[in-house]
């Protein structure tokens, strides 16, 4: 059964909605950075940083990483509900003499869920090797001391909506 957590969508932009898991999987692997957003008392802090993911039956897992301390990991832990975006930036899209014509070809993915900290070793491994397979398209071997000093995340992702303005096709 496909998990349906898309974010619904306006009247004007309904037709930007993407809904094909094989589009879906494209934008996950063309972007390389998510910017995640962190309750901060007061304030909402984003932070990019590069990511891991999994995507199955319509459900997407995030994966990040970084040194165990600092404000990230602070606001992951006092506050893990964050929001999310990727996208694969943008070109022009040339409207001529009529600047209403004007608009933009891009592909994004908006969300939010739920982050968690990662402290299994075995758990890390598998997680640090998800991302680099992401980034840089090939497996790695880690040691527990290699990922022992890490900090990992997990963003469960509860809801999303994948936006296209003519980048891709429905």
């Not at 990483?65 to 943008?90: C, R, S, Y």
């Not at 899209?93 to 939010?112: F, H, K, L, R, T």
């Amino acid at each position: 059964e496909e998990r349906r957590n898309f974010i619904m969508a306006t009247p004007f932009s309904t037709r930007r909605f993407i809904e094909d898991p094989a589009i879906i999987k494209q934008v996950l692997d063309r972007c390389k950075i998510i910017h995640i957003g962190l309750q901060d008392t007061n304030r909402i802090y984003v932070v990019p940083t590069n990511y891991g993911y999994t995507y199955e039956n319509g459900h997407i897992t995030f994966y990040t990483h970084g040194a165990k301390q600092g404000l990230k990991w602070e606001l992951m832990q006092k506050h893990p509900n964050v929001g999310f975006e990727i996208d694969t930036g943008f070109e022009l899209v040339d409207g001529g003499e009529v600047a209403c014509n004007y608009s933009n070809a891009y592909a994004s993915i908006i969300g939010s869920g739920t982050a968690s900290l990662i402290t299994d070793i075995e758990e890390k491994k598998r997680i640090i090797n998800n991302i680099m397979m992401v980034q840089a398209g090939k497996s790695f071997t880690f040691t527990d001391a290699m990922v022992e000093r890490l900090g990992i995340a997990k963003i469960e992702v509860e809801e999303f909506a994948c936006k296209s303005g003519y980048l891709y096709e429905k």
